[in-house]
């Protein structure tokens, strides 16, 4: 093993071991200990992968994959997370399935599930629902795998949902480690994360909480800005609160990006719906009221546009520590005079950070892979030790 | 190898070897023997899998899916079963293919094939061309592998025809082995194969025409009712006759619920359509009448209205062998204020055993892998004895 | 090693194993030792193919398939190519994906490539685009590579294009060699590559000038013909005639089917569209202009139906050499009277070639994977031996 393996592997072998559960649902739900697990077991996977090594722990099984709403990042992220532990990924597509509505979640839950090893959900279009549905889903097999029906329990992941999107903050967690050189640097760095302004409308709320409910606990100084009326769930700025004061850090709200961005350190400037929208817009999706939600569209559009200075330009950027904070996006972005007309950041300042934004998501794979092999596996830190000792990923 | 598996491969060393053909497309295509071999090596994979084992038998290969009717449970059974043996899943999307009418059946069957150890097809919905389709590309396969273009001839699998549906009916038949302890104990126990009402129309005819075909070779007594009108295909009537004398069991048909569950071990209540009116939707959807279906649809589904009554009830269920016969389902179920406002089934009758329905339902992916594995190796009992003393599904 | 393996194996080895590029996206990019090795390790694969063993060199990786046009051979072998070597397919859909326009392509690109091997793209919709875009493709995994964003860097593979359609055209080498016994054996050989009349419209032009830009490489007497207005790219006519030249070959276009078809060894009578057609085609389609569209097809069918006579029929079959040439086709083909009225080729022709032609495509899964395979190790014919050495598909 080289010595930046040797180190995480060491890191993680100091940790408790305590397992609480193997799903992954909410990173608030999880322990520092195993927050930090997860994202070492990460850190490890990626540097063996860049090495060659392979990565396989499993001789067959299946990854079950459900997204309810399009994807492509996350989509590779968690079929490159599957590959490289060897399962197969199965889709499923509910338009060719016989899914129902009601009941029948936890029937289906069985149904996918008699050699499953995990389930990975992206359900995030409707607020109170997406989280609560994959409760549902763990709840179900448990039951079965507790009645003796499934010979192994699946583990869930949460590939974004209406509250928190745990494996894209735990991948800016890790790029944030990697650009500051070490997790305990994050500390008293100053992130903002603010709105900014958009085309289109009903972006989830996961990324922004997300990211408050995660750095909040690593010291870090979190400011938070958007527009009156773009707020977050209550829920995540009490946590945000709360968790800045255990960690001693900070977490502040302003209605202001340049206040937010003077002298930040990091910044993540992204388009969100206010949280009342995403209430009437669940309402009106599930009551299937087409009319309603082209008049709800109409509306907020029309009030986005009035807050189309929020854009992260250059101006901005040089109100940053030394002008030269890190520029971060969960992508896809939307670019001024590139991708629309106007956006959320300016061009020049998109482009000089579009690499970075790109080894940004490519955490993202070996994220999955640890919350994958960290519910499946006793005991990481060997496991890792195996690998390390073991085959290349080409066999001849 | 622990006792059950000892005894599973014991039964199937005592059993004639002879493979008629590596196609399974109807259970009454198959000796005794081969049936039994069938359903031994499912249970053997089953136990296998408990334990943890691998069931891994290729290196790589393809299992090729063509569904053509919407489907979770077979499709996940077949996904599970193809990746258990090592074979990855390739689906014929026939939207995104290329694929013609008439005389090219024969050619894509040879082109998927290449690579192919395995075809699973799916195809219920056109009365007269599910099955028969299914022949046709075996013969192509036939053809391609005897002129030297196929390096391996492509063993199929029917997952729901027209005609059965061998998949579903082998996984219940091993459940009623679970569920009354032997093959031997299934002599004699009254199994009510009856209609009941939904409130939709065009269900399959395969379910109720398989499970005739295949339990009244058990010794089964075996009861079929459904309300005038409701008839299945005459031959397998016939076949059900002829095999109930020939097996020491009973096959009759009423036209009375009460009747049939008067006394029963086993219920099986589930809709189907009347098997002219899915001769009439053959005719109409191959002339593409859609004003012609949805007046067929109405009408049926005021026909059907007249059974409302045809419930499984907890008054009804009252009537079998002590109140407690063993209620099956392939599963969904059609659930009286669960899933619609009148079904196939009173909520209480499934709740008390919906457990037992994931259990039946828990032996579709081994049924098609033991489907897949005696296509495809010569002594399964030498292939079982070989993975149970081989490698753990976790490789680490 | 049995002695057509050792053969292929000593020709490989004696080529010069210089590498321009591991991207595969015209077969006129590669140098002739470049192309004859592809050819050889295909021709070596498919022979540890029929023997049965396993052709795995990866034990874990994805190769991502992006289709922007219907397929069913040349997916299935790229599936089929893909799992032989150890890898699993990713499918890029673009309508589930996030996929916009513009600038993120590029973006895109190295989203899904963090653990791709291979990327695979079929796109010849577009006149101008189609390569073009592979070539934007592998700039951007080429730049995230260099960057450390990719810990590999995967290789483009053209499954078919604007221009070319390599894979197609490589495996009709092979199908060519095979026929006539070996490469040198093509010399002089007449192959008629001839427009035929099909009921469809807007046929790529890729075949023609694939086989045109192959096959005069190989001294091989090179026809076209096609009636007036059916032109191919320029530049692909004027590489037939430099090539053809280079090679001591000849390159010839005529306006007669029959005067191609005299005394041809190798007919191979397909449908396109014109190239100033496909030229306003593109056009249209990126204004999203239905009505236009429309119209062109409706004028392009009148326009084709002029040259209903441009049949491959038994009469022009008579006029090759001997009677007896090889017919060629990429397959689906338009078969009078079986899949058309009036189409590509007279029943009984098609019918005493189907399984040559069946044959011809059963080269293409291993002309991927050989692709695939020269992309990703440095010695294919060590590598031939060890599989050679190596183990079976089957593991029990």
Chains 1, 2, 3 share one sequence.
Not at 185 to 207: D, E, F, H, I, N
Not at 244 to 258: I, K, L
């Amino acid at each position: 093993m080289n010595t930046n393996l040797k180190e995480t592997v060491q890191a993680l072998e100091a940790l408790a071991s305590s397992k609480s559960s193997a799903d992954f649902l909410l990173t608030w739900d999880k322990t520092d200990d195993e927050l930090m697990a997860t994202a070492l077991v990460a850190k490890a996977l990626k540097e063996l992968h860049r090495e060659g090594r392979s990565l396989r722990i499993f001789d067959t099984g299946l990854a079950i994959a459900i997204f309810r709403d399009k994807s492509t990042r996350t989509r590779f992220s968690f079929s490159s997370a599957a590959n490289a532990l060897g399962l197969a990924v199965a889709d499923l597509d509910e338009e060719k399935s016989q899914i129902s509505h009601g009941e029948t979640v936890r029937e289906t839950a069985n149904m996918i599930s008699f050699m499953a090893e995990i389930i990975g959900i992206r359900d995030d279009m409707y607020l109170g629902q997406g989280n609560s549905g994959m409760r549902e889903v763990a709840a179900a097999v448990q039951e079965g795998f507790e009645a003796g029906v499934l010979h192994q329990r699946p583990a869930l992941i949460n590939l974004q949902c209406d509250i928190d999107h745990p494996t894209q903050t735990m991948a800016d967690l890790l790029a944030l480690e990697a650009h500051f050189g070490s997790f305990e640097a994050l500390r008293g760095k100053k992130l903002a994360m603010t709105w900014a302004y958009s085309p289109s409308y009903g972006k989830p709320l996961s990324v922004p909480q997300g990211i408050i409910g995660l750095m909040t606990r690593f010291g870090m100084d979190v400011v938070l800005a958007h527009p009156e009326g773009y707020d977050l769930l209550p829920e995540v700025i009490s946590l945000g609160e709360k968790q800045a004061a255990a960690s001693g850090g900070r977490f502040e709200v302003t209605g202001s990006m340049e206040e937010a961005f003077e002298g930040a350190d990091v910044v993540y400037p992204k388009s969100w719906a206010p949280f009342h929208v995403m209430q009437q817009r669940t309402d009106l999706l599930s009551q299937g009221d087409r009319r309603g939600l082209d008049q709800l569209e109409k509306e907020c559009l029309a009030n986005n546009a009035r807050y189309q200075d929020w854009e992260c330009t250059e101006d901005l950027m040089a109100k940053t520590r030394d002008g030269k904070a890190l520029y971060m996006h969960c992508l896809p972005a939307d670019i001024t005079d590139v991708s629309c007309q106007h956006g959320e950041v300016a061009a020049s300042v998109f482009e000089r950070y579009r690499l970075a934004t790109y080894r940004e998501a490519s955490f993202k794979p070996f994220v999955i892979a640890s919350m994958m092999m960290r519910a499946k596996v006793d005991d990481p830190a060997a496991t890792i030790e195996k690998l390390a000792a073991g085959g290349s990923r080409k066999l001849i």
